[in-house]
């Protein structure tokens, strides 16, 4: 039974002309102001709404049939008539295209053929030329299984038709089902048919329409035979699965599209092959199997062209044995035409046979059977008892679980209005990202796959088949987490806490299971807010009210059945103790709405209001207001409508009651309708509290709200906009509609006061045109002087709002609706959001703590969460001087040492020299933090510099007169001294300087000149005292790598990388005694020195090799430091290695390689096990690769990779260092290098060179616990 | 004969009573149109519908003297409509019949009316759930019989029950949505 509800309709109307869903969603649910019944009328108009489309669009009689029309003129050959050189005989059919008749050949043979005229709608020459074409391969055919086609050509009338082999059999299901046949028997009717497509198909033949009455069984000789009828007939027709093929054939053509694969059913369907006739075969064994068709014939006959196209390439259909279950009564037939019960029947079909009719109709060709007899051969395998092809697609039925399980719940019947509002969460994510979250998904999915197919197929030895299940299932894991943190990835951008943090849960280990969470996970779960407190109150709020100070939470509950009272209760946020509970009776009008819509009225139309002192809270119906003391419980006083001036709604749509009392108690604004429709008048009444009298009336057909104090109200007015006057004079103080109108009126504004009452705050809808819909935007004033302070836009809809104590700031939120779980703070003045906090619960109300610095939440869940709001204020660093250089960054990567060239005037002392240029030069040695803030400076600064790992001192090195000398400043008491000798001599080019582990000790290779002759000399000083502990012997080369074995007693140095092949031999590698000053290893040797890494335990040395000769393959070779062996060596396909990193422990060499195919830069990283030399994983990026780097735990690899030239927009990537899956991935807003994890795993950064105009800086992401620790 | 102009302007006047005696008239009239076509066309033609309502409207009203002809234009287009609407189910209903193993009947009018072959039973679920309709509003089911069983163009069916553009797509989309649903609902 449909009801007709003029207020349903009306409300159906509206939303339906509204594009965007969720406007629709936050409209309906606001036009229904908590009706549920009502609700549910709106959403089921809305649906079937939405399932309409062409349902009556097209009139029963045809419009374009004026005479004359030939192309719709009904066939008019009937027996008797003469087609050609045929005579007709019989009709013996009436297929989807046209009528089929017995016809007899008059010449050049005499013999009775099947005749095919097309119906209307055709072109005819566009048929015959397509059939010419294939006629040549048609002819070609021959098969005793399928039903020759010998011409085709035009009637006098000019219609195509087609003439066959004349079968007369009848469609192979119906024989099935009157033979009463067995499972096994249409198995083998079905070979039957596979032979005779394979055959067609070896000719170059698909036949595009294959279905149950294409394919005819004909008694010969007493034995069934089967003819595939109507071969290049639907290629010459050029059916496709148009908007008019199915509307002006739709009963008849019904069966096209319920076999018709999913590349058929695209818009322009031309590339469509064999598999695609495996597609239909799939269907045709499908049915054979279950009676019905994959996808339901019912739902194609109503659905609009669109949504079958959508089916057909989108969903997916359910297994023969899943449907079997669901075939309902319909099952005992079923299994009586195939000779058998239906337990049976349904066991039978499970399984194997599942598999083989899945594979056939995979969305993705690529994934069904390659031909017809490689499906036959699948079915004889099953028939013999043998292993089958096909495949269970268990682990694709878990992802997929999986991912409807965080997709939107669908919830239809459901009465209640907060099980609605939840059922939205999650529909923000939106389909395009659903589609992209199902391809990677499905990726991860086919990956699974593999690796559990690779597990099944290996071996016989019982215990590697174990370990390589193990391993597999280990595999498994790690796809289903990366797919999961994808999942979670996308909902964080969508910024969709609650879907996040569940997904998040979701991956949390199991007892037993290895933790495969990292970085990605706590730096998702980082984004959201923590926390600073989280009461649970509740099992949910509904529309809960908040005290000003956060103190109390009020709620109305849902009544468990109809006649069970609703319960008004009271708590305190900070324990949960509950301090208030008061049954509450239905008002009149809850009664009324119950009665109208015959549906128990568990929600009524409540709302809540604190008084600001928090001493008492009203509560309104739609009858009554009453009062009630916090402290006693007790009723302060209440004021009820008076019975006989019922208040009339516009549709009995509500949002809320009609009245609301002052903030003080004395007053009580009520609001009076009167009339229907467009007749409707309203007006407010000011109602004394104490007396009830009237004591005034305001025109007005909205609810004022009081100011704080009750002395003013603001409402807001169709016709003069946001309104201000005395509550008891009823002087208008303020007066302003300075907002351009949308097309959707919303007179209510919504007005709030601000807590100093000096300000007002409204939600108008300013639309850019008159016709177009406005957008929701949030508008605050100063009251004095009238004017606009800012504007927030866009807002969703439904936003509410909260004044700071200070009337600074406004939280900004979307009760409900939203999938996301996000709170904006706007700042009054400029309407700038200054800080979002992404929660991981949907708030529900939210108010300040009363200094401010807090926000008090209560979340649809029924807790009430406590979040810090003091804005970072961001510091928008400026640049300090002119070729900005980062000298280093700390180890946990907060602070960063940099030198510039100074511009501004000298802080004062004698000017640093720096090279023999005309000019003296200034340059300036800064320590910044992670945010650009400058902690230190010094006007000094020379010839490179190198901030130690604590992030204290900057050791440097200072041109003098008469040579250069190291210096270290030290950041927390800015002195500068020097450090070890004055070095004569020198060169003018940067040395490589190196701290220790522990900071005690430094490192300098100084490049020295004496006429043509250049040393280089490594010199070890005490990073205290200043006192050289060593110094080496001078070597030939200039060194680019120093560093400190972790022990402090070697210092390792080395040449600079080089692609020059001209200089092979100046690559060195040493180990140099820090005690004595001896060079005590010599690694190599090396040519062409492509990247050196010292392993974090000091125990292996890596270096790679840029060899073009003689291999043509480059080559990375790990040393043990300690003898200087070789311990493994790793050839690769030649590409040019741009850096060496060895994982913890030295136990994995990453290799950072590019090369250039045909002008395009490709980057891959390779990963090798040290041990086994084997290559375990590259990571192929789509872009190049700038820098990579291990986590400390060496369980993730992180890239950072450019998207286009150097300086462009980058990201940095997060791999799984296991299997090479991608993880996560950060934007960064330009390329910088030194991509590293500080030692503790909780920040990753790079450090980012300064340019023209902006400063040097470090990206850095933090992930700030670790997994265990984060849910307590 | 009571004359057409007359009951429409009776029925301006608030008589709806008279839409019973103006509905056998136009239903008459239809046929006899049809009948005068079809004798001027070859065999196997159709004939257009919304042609034959405004030629009958224009026969049985636009003629009458001394009124403008638009008066109880809505009235006459509603009435029409329904007549279409019986027609329709009529002929519906005859080749339902003739499926199930009926004779083939004597080539009448309505023969020639192109009902798409695949639309009878469409024809008659709505032609079911219409009343219905008009019970609750009757300018929606109006809309319905212009639209679908007069064969009138969105823009034609709104001129011609005196509707703005806008009215007639609000009452349109509800019409199909609350007659979407009862046949969903029937099955």
């Known amino acids: 039974m449909v009801d007709w509800n003029p207020q349903a309709n009306e409300i159906f109307l509206q939303a339906a002309e509204i594009a965007s869903a969720n406007d629709r969603q936050a409209?309906?649910?606001?036009?229904?102001?908590?009706?549920?019944?009502?609700?549910?009328?709106?959403?089921?108009?809305?649906?079937?709404?939405?399932?309409?489309?062409?349902?009556?669009?097209?009139?029963?009689?045809?419009?374009?049939?004026?005479?004359?029309?030939?192309?719709?003129?009904?066939?008019?050959?009937?027996?008797?008539?003469?087609?050609?050189?045929?005579?007709?005989?019989?009709?013996?059919?009436?297929?989807?295209?046209?009528?089929?008749?017995?016809?007899?050949?008059?010449?050049?043979?005499?013999?009775?053929?099947?005749?095919?005229?097309?119906?209307?709608?055709?072109?005819?020459?566009?048929?015959?030329?397509?059939?010419?074409?294939?006629?040549?391969?048609?002819?070609?055919?021959?098969?005793?299984?399928?039903?020759?086609?010998?011409?085709?050509?035009?009637?006098?009338?000019?219609?195509?038709?087609?003439?066959?082999?004349?079968?007369?059999?009848?469609?192979?299901?119906?024989?099935?089902?009157?033979?009463?046949?067995?499972?096994?028997?249409?198995?083998?009717?079905?070979?039957?048919?596979?032979?005779?497509?394979?055959?067609?198909?070896?000719?170059?033949?698909?036949?595009?329409?294959?279905?149950?009455?294409?394919?005819?069984?004909?008694?010969?000789?007493?034995?069934?035979?089967?003819?595939?009828?109507?071969?290049?007939?639907?290629?010459?027709?050029?059916?496709?699965?148009?908007?008019?093929?199915?509307?002006?054939?739709?009963?008849?053509?019904?069966?096209?599209?319920?076999?018709?694969?999913?590349?058929?059913?695209?818009?322009?369907?031309?590339?469509?092959?064999?598999?695609?006739?495996?597609?239909?075969?799939?269907?045709?064994?499908?049915?054979?199997?279950?009676?019905?068709?994959?996808?339901?014939?019912?739902?194609?006959?109503?659905?609009?062209?669109?949504?079958?196209?959508?089916?057909?390439?989108?969903?997916?259909?359910?297994?023969?044995?899943?449907?079997?279950?669901?075939?309902?009564?319909?099952?005992?037939?079923?299994?009586?035409?195939?000779?058998?019960?239906?337990?049976?029947?349904?066991?039978?079909?499970?399984?194997?046979?599942?598999?083989?009719?899945?594979?056939?109709?995979?969305?993705?060709?690529?994934?069904?059977?390659?031909?017809?007899?490689?499906?036959?051969?699948?079915?004889?395998?099953?028939?013999?008892?043998?292993?089958?092809?096909?495949?269970?697609?268990?682990?694709?039925?878990?992802?997929?679980?999986?991912?409807?399980?965080?997709?939107?719940?669908?919830?239809?019947?459901?009465?209640?209005?907060?099980?609605?509002?939840?059922?939205?969460?999650?529909?923000?994510?939106?389909?395009?990202?659903?589609?992209?979250?199902?391809?990677?998904?499905?990726?991860?999915?086919?990956?699974?796959?593999?690796?559990?197919?690779?597990?099944?197929?290996?071996?016989?030895?019982?215990?590697?088949?174990?370990?390589?299940?193990?391993?597999?299932?280990?595999?498994?894991?790690?796809?289903?987490?990366?797919?999961?943190?994808?999942?979670?990835?996308?909902?964080?951008?969508?910024?969709?806490?609650?879907?996040?943090?569940?997904?998040?849960?979701?991956?949390?280990?199991?007892?037993?299971?290895?933790?495969?969470?990292?970085?990605?996970?706590?730096?998702?779960?980082?984004?959201?807010?923590?926390e600073e407190q989280i009461v649970r109150i509740a099992d949910r709020f509904v529309e809960p009210a908040l005290s000003d100070d956060g103190a109390y939470v009020a709620d109305v509950g849902l009544a468990r059945d109809q006649n069970s009272p609703r319960a008004l209760k009271v708590w305190k946020t900070a324990n949960g103790s509950e301090v208030l509970n008061v049954s509450l009776s239905q008002s009149r009008e809850d009664e009324r709405m119950a009665t109208l819509h015959r549906l128990p009225s568990m929600i009524g139309i409540d709302a809540l209001q604190f008084s600001p002192d928090g001493t008492r809270l009203t509560h309104t119906n739609a009858n009554r207001i009453a009062v009630f003391e916090i402290a006693t419980g007790g009723e302060a006083f209440h004021y009820d409508l008076p019975a006989a001036n019922p208040s009339a709604s516009p549709f009995g749509v509500r949002t809320g009651p009609d009245m609301v009392v002052s903030p003080d108690g004395r007053r009580i604004l009520r609001l009076v309708r009167e009339g229907r429709f467009s007749r409707l008048s309203s007006k407010a009444l000011l109602i004394d509290t104490e007396s009830g009298n009237e004591l005034r009336t305001i025109a007005t057909t909205t609810l004022g709200r009081f100011r704080r104090d009750g002395g003013q109200i603001a409402y807001g007015d169709p016709k003069r906009g946001l309104v201000i006057e005395e509550t008891d004079s009823g002087e208008v103080v303020f007066s302003v509609k300075d907002w351009s109108e949308g097309d959707f009126r919303n007179s209510e504004l919504k007005p709030q006061f601000s807590p100093q009452g000096n300000r007002v705050l409204a939600f108008v809808l300013e639309g850019a045109s008159p016709r177009e819909a406005g957008a929701l935007r949030l508008a605050i004033w100063d009251v004095a002087t009238r004017a606009r302070l800012s504007t927030v836009s866009p807002i969703e809809l439904s936003a509410k709002a909260a004044w700071s104590p200070d009337g600074q700031r406004i939280a900004l939120w979307t009760a409900g609706l939203q999938p996301g779980a996000n709170l904006s703070l706007v700042n009054v003045q400029t309407g700038a959001e200054e800080q979002r906090i992404l929660g991981s619960a949907t708030v529900a109300a939210a108010t300040f703590s009363p200094d401010g610095k807090q926000i008090v939440v209560a979340c649809h869940d029924g807790t009430i969460r406590v979040w810090s709001c003091t804005p970072e204020?961001?510091?928008?660093?400026?640049?300090?001087?002119?070729?900005?250089?980062?000298?280093?960054?700390?180890?946990?990567?907060?602070?960063?040492?940099?030198?510039?060239?100074?511009?501004?005037?000298?802080?004062?002392?004698?000017?640093?020299?720096?090279?023999?240029?005309?000019?003296?030069?200034?340059?300036?040695?800064?320590?910044?933090?992670?945010?650009?803030?400058?902690?230190?400076?010094?006007?000094?600064?020379?010839?490179?510099?190198?901030?130690?790992?604590?992030?204290?001192?900057?050791?440097?090195?200072?041109?003098?007169?008469?040579?250069?000398?190291?210096?270290?400043?030290?950041?927390?008491?800015?002195?500068?001294?020097?450090?070890?000798?004055?070095?004569?001599?020198?060169a003018r080019v940067a040395p490589a300087l190196a701290f220790s582990h522990d900071d005690t000790q430094i490192a300098i290779a100084m490049p020295l000149e004496n006429g043509e002759v250049r040393k280089t000399v490594i010199q070890v000083c005490d990073a205290v005292s200043g006192r050289i502990m060593c110094t080496s012997e001078p070597i030939d080369t200039p060194l680019s790598f120093l560093a400190f074995n972790p022990d402090g007693k070697t210092v390792y140095a080395s040449s600079f990388p080089t692609r020059d092949p001209s200089a092979p031999s100046s690559s060195v590698l040493l180990g140099l005694d820090v005690a004595t000053g001896e060079i005590r290893t010599r690694f190599g040797p090396i040519a062409l020195q492509a990247g050196v890494s010292l392993s974090d335990n000091g125990v292996f040395l890596a270096a790679a090799h840029n060899m073009v000769q003689p291999s043509g393959r480059g080559r990375a070779v790990v040393w043990n430091t300690r003898h200087g062996q070789v311990v493994n060596a790793f050839e690769f396909e030649h590409r040019f290695v741009s850096k060496v990193c060895l994982g913890p422990q030295g136990r994995d060499l990453l290799l950072m390689t590019h090369r250039r195919i045909s002008g395009i830069a490709e980057s891959q990283v390779l990963v090798f096990d040290v041990a086994t030399g084997r290559e375990r994983v590259s990571l192929s990026n789509q872009g190049q690769v700038v820098d990579a780097t291990f986590s400390p735990d060496g369980a993730r690899i992180a890239t950072l990779v450019a998207e286009g030239a150097q300086g462009g927009p980058g990201e940095v990537v997060l791999w799984d260092a296991q299997t090479g899956r991608e993880l996560l991935r950060l934007p960064a807003e330009t390329i910088g290098e030194d991509l590293r994890f500080s030692p503790d795993g909780r920040r990753l950064f790079f450090s980012i060179r300064g340019a023209r105009g902006r400063p040097a800086r470090i990206q850095s992401w933090t992930a700030p616990s670790r997994p265990g620790t984060v849910e307590d | 004969m009571p004359d057409v102009t007359h009951i429409l302007s009776q029925m301006e006047a608030g008589d709806l009573s008279a839409a019973e005696q103006l509905l056998p008239l136009v239903y008459d009239e239809l046929r006899m149109l049809a009948a005068a076509r079809l004798s001027q066309e070859k065999p196997g033609q159709t004939i257009q519908a919304t042609a034959l309502v405004h030629e009958a409207y224009l026969r049985l009203v636009g003629a009458a003297s001394g009124r403008s002809p638009w008066n109880g234009r809505g009235h006459f287009f509603a009435a029409a409509a329904e007549a279409m609407r019986r027609i329709l189910v009529e002929r519906a209903r005859a080749r339902s019949r003739l499926k199930h193993g009926g004779g083939r009947q004597r080539c009448e009018f309505e023969e020639h009316l192109a009902v798409a072959e695949d639309r009878v039973e469409e024809l008659l679920a709505v032609h079911d759930a219409l009343d219905e309709l008009a019970r609750h509003d009757p300018q929606a089911a109006d809309l319905v019989k212009l639209r679908f069983f007069a064969g009138f163009e969105h823009q034609e069916a709104a001129e011609a029950l005196g509707l703005s553009r806008r009215a007639a797509d609000r009452l349109w989309r509800l019409a199909r949505t609350w007659l979407y649903q009862v046949l969903k609902d029937e099955k």
């Open chain 1, 873 to 986: 204020s961001p510091h928008v660093a400026e640049p300090r001087g002119r070729f900005e250089m980062l000298a280093g960054v700390s180890d946990d990567g907060r602070r960063a040492a940099l030198t510039a060239m100074l511009t501004d005037a000298p802080l004062g002392g004698a000017l640093p020299q720096i090279g023999a240029g005309p000019r003296p030069r200034r340059s300036g040695l800064f320590l910044i933090d992670a945010s650009g803030r400058v902690l230190a400076r010094t006007e000094e600064g020379g010839l490179g510099s190198v901030l130690d790992h604590a992030g204290q001192r900057v050791a440097f090195v200072r041109a003098v007169p008469g040579g250069n000398q190291l210096m270290l400043w030290d950041t927390a008491t800015g002195n500068s001294r020097p450090c070890g000798e004055l070095w004569r001599h020198a």
């Open chain 1, 27 to 530: 409209f309906v649910i606001r036009a229904c102001g908590g009706c549920a019944a009502l609700l549910e009328q709106v959403e089921s108009l809305l649906a079937a709404c939405g399932d309409l489309g062409s349902f009556l669009d097209r009139p029963a009689v045809d419009r374009r049939a004026t005479p004359g029309t030939a192309d719709y003129r009904p066939i008019a050959e009937g027996p008797g008539s003469i087609v050609g050189p045929y005579r007709l005989m019989e009709q013996i059919g009436e297929g989807g295209f046209g009528l089929v008749f017995v016809a007899e050949q008059l010449q050049p043979v005499r013999r009775k053929v099947a005749l095919k005229i097309i119906k209307p709608g055709m072109d005819t020459r566009e048929v015959i030329a397509r059939f010419e074409a294939e006629r040549q391969a048609l002819a070609l055919m021959d098969h005793p299984n399928i039903a020759r086609v010998f011409d085709a050509g035009a009637t006098e009338s000019g219609r195509p038709y087609f003439v066959m082999e004349l079968v007369r059999g009848i469609p192979i299901h119906e024989y099935c089902d009157t033979q009463q046949l067995a499972t096994r028997s249409r198995l083998e009717l079905f070979l039957t048919v596979c032979q005779a497509v394979q055959h067609a198909h070896t000719k170059g033949i698909i036949h595009r329409d294959l279905k149950p009455s294409n394919i005819l069984v004909a008694p010969h000789d007493g034995a069934p035979v089967v003819k595939v009828i109507d071969f290049g007939v639907a290629k010459a027709i050029g059916q496709q699965l148009t908007e008019k093929t199915i509307y002006t054939r739709f009963t008849q053509m019904i069966g096209t599209p319920l076999y018709m694969s999913p590349e058929q059913a695209e818009i322009n369907a031309l590339d469509v092959d064999i598999r695609s006739d495996v597609y239909s075969l799939g269907v045709l064994l499908y049915e054979l199997l279950t009676g019905v068709t994959p996808f339901d014939r019912q739902r194609f006959q109503k659905a609009a062209y669109e949504e079958i196209r959508r089916i057909i390439r989108e969903e997916e259909p359910p297994k023969p044995s899943t449907r079997l279950s669901t075939l309902g009564e319909t099952l005992a037939r079923v299994s009586l035409q195939r000779n058998t019960q239906p337990e049976k029947l349904s066991a039978l079909v499970r399984g194997d046979l599942d598999w083989i009719v899945m594979k056939a109709l995979e969305k993705d060709r690529a994934r069904r059977y390659e031909t017809s007899s490689a499906f036959a051969a699948d079915v004889r395998r099953y028939l013999a008892e043998e292993p089958i092809e096909a495949r269970p697609p268990s682990v694709g039925y878990r992802m997929r679980k999986l991912m409807r399980r965080h997709r939107t719940p669908v919830i239809a019947s459901s009465a209640f209005l907060l099980v609605l509002l939840l059922g939205l969460l999650g529909t923000g994510l939106g389909l395009v990202q659903a589609r992209r979250e199902a391809q990677r998904a499905r990726l991860a999915q086919f990956e699974a796959e593999q690796q559990k197919q690779k597990a099944a197929d290996e071996g016989k030895n019982a215990v590697r088949e174990k370990n390589h299940a193990l391993a597999a299932r280990e595999g498994l894991r790690r796809a289903l987490y990366a797919a999961q943190i994808n999942l979670a990835q996308n909902a964080w951008k969508a910024e969709n806490g609650p879907h996040t943090t569940a997904i998040l849960q979701s991956v949390t280990p199991k007892p037993g299971e290895t933790d495969l969470r990292g970085f990605e996970w706590r730096f998702l779960q980082g984004q959201f807010q923590r």
